[in-house]
């Protein structure tokens, strides 16, 4: 599984634990993938995944009954429509439209540059400018990107900035040795600090602690980028 | 409840068209404001869209002023597909966004794919960055999420999805039939010969029935969609 869809998987985790919606889950070998996988659930072979509705089946035996939705975004979207009352979306269309500029933004300006920092095709400072840019839309002081409740926005973002502390400490990915490092002491000087005090909080959630295991997030980049263990 | 909506917009931009056919087919009444974007009032910028100064930009509620006088008290929305989901919160009886959540989905798939898929390659081929092989693979792609014979791309009423891509293909419908483009010559109207193949039929039926509406013909002015796109390609590559 590459380093990226581990992101895009982590996403629909922390929504579903942040919304407490009851689920299954099934985890996909992507080297190795089951062939009833590509035939019963995504043709394209891809995950995350939800298959919804049907008949209440073991996981690894998918029902042509239940509907299938893939790609991250549309698949937090669709549990914002199912969970109306769990606030990953707000009511209000205006909230609604700057939660949806986050999510946009943080694909646009965050997770592009930092995946080709991380592949060692581009240096940081495209990460940097997009951290500059999601921290001019955070407010001050408060515990989620948007208004006053956890939204897809924060699940969209998180796995990014989780991804983001471990790379910085340890230094793993394809960028010149040290230069992982390097970024984390840029980001200690006060121009990011409302950006890393939002990153704190997040980090600090029980739904993060929950779904997230710092040990093998961290043996899963050593086995991604094998040239940086010493 | 009728707060008053304006689009700012600029008129080649295909992103600012998503949002006039939405707008047209869900019957909306708005105010449009024309920006020249080479040459961006300063209030554009300060009092609309502070975040990138881009278009489109909507203003949504506060008082009725005058587009080139933006109320601080207006909501305002950026980003073509941020806006195409608020006008369908705005409006949620228009069906730009079916009510139920997997149609919702579905739609929101085709949106995505037709990013993702079908504009950037489109985009790349017409600036010569790569050969269309992409985009006859997108144009593949999204073939395969249509319905046979629907009207629209998904469901029985048009969408922020058929809305999103649109503009794509009426662009498309250019390249193939002039060879504009940074391509080299001839390349443009190979591609269309590609298209007429019975391999595509299912998409240039769609594409047909989309340019073929009253909305598109209002909002898309082809002559001038072609004269721009011969500023931006004089030099064709060899």
């Not at chain 1, 592949?119 to 407010?139: A, S, T, W």
């Not at chain 2, 579905?106 to 600036?127: D, G, I």
């Not at chain 2, 594409?207 to 030099?235: M, N």
Request: net charge negative.
């Amino acid at each position: 599984m590459s380093e990226q869809l581990t992101l895009y998987l982590y996403k629909i985790e922390l929504a579903l634990a942040e919304a407490n919606a009851p689920y299954k889950a099934c985890q996909v070998d992507l080297f190795n993938k089951p062939e009833w996988f590509a035939t019963k659930v995504n043709p394209v072979g891809k995950v995350p995944v939800v298959t919804y509705g049907g008949p209440n089946v073991d996981p690894d035996d998918p029902s042509p009954l239940s509907v299938k939705i893939a790609e991250s975004n549309v698949i937090l979207e669709f549990l914002a429509d199912l969970y109306p009352d769990s606030g990953l979306l707000p009511k209000d269309p205006v909230l609604r439209a700057k939660v949806r500029f986050f999510v946009n933004a943080t694909n646009k300006h965050f997770e592009e540059p930092w995946c080709a920092f991380v592949y060692g095709r581009e240096p940081y400072d495209n990460v940097l400018k997009g951290i500059e840019f999601i921290q001019g839309l955070l407010e001050e002081g408060r515990d989620f990107a948007v208004g006053d409740h956890y939204t897809i926005a924060d699940a969209c973002i998180s796995p990014l900035l989780v991804r983001l502390k471990i790379v910085t400490e340890t230094d793993l990915g394809k960028f010149p040795v040290g230069m992982g490092n390097q970024l984390g002491e840029e980001l200690k000087g006060p121009k990011y600090a409302k950006f890393v005090k939002y990153v704190q909080r997040i980090l600090e959630r029980p739904s993060l602690k929950q779904t997230h295991d710092k040990e093998s997030e961290i043996t899963f980049l050593k086995t991604i980028f094998p040239e940086r263990v010493r | 409840m009728s707060e008053q909506l304006t689009l700012y917009l600029y008129k080649n931009s295909p992103y600012c068209e998503k949002i006039e056919l939405a707008l047209a087919e869900a019957n909306v009444p708005y105010k449009a404001y024309q920006i020249d974007i080479w040459n961006k009032p300063e209030w554009f910028a300060t009092n609309v869209n502070p975040v990138s100064g881009k278009v489109p930009v909507v203003t949504y509620g506060g008082p009725n002023v005058d587009p080139d006088d933006p109320s601080p008290l207006s909501a305002k929305v950026a980003e073509s597909n941020v806006i195409l989901e608020f006008l369908a919160d705005v409006y949620p009886d228009s069906g730009l966004l079916p009510k139920d959540p997997v149609l919702r989905a579905k739609v929101r798939f085709f949106v995505n794919a037709a990013t993702k898929h079908l504009e950037e390659p489109c985009y790349a081929f017409v600036q010569w960055r790569e050969p269309y092989d992409n985009a006859l693979k997108g144009i593949e792609f999204i073939q395969g999420l249509l319905e046979e014979d629907g009207d629209f791309a998904v469901g029985d009423h048009y969408t922020i999805a058929d809305a999103s891509i649109s503009p794509l293909l009426a662009r498309l419908k250019i390249v193939i039939e002039t060879d504009i483009g940074k391509f080299p010559v001839g390349m443009g109207y190979k591609l269309g010969e590609e298209l007429k193949g019975p391999k595509y039929a299912k998409f240039m039926k769609y594409v047909q029935r989309i340019l073929e509406r009253p909305s598109l013909k209002k909002t898309h002015d082809e002559e001038s969609a072609i004269a721009f796109f011969k500023t931006i390609f004089t030099e064709r590559a060899q």
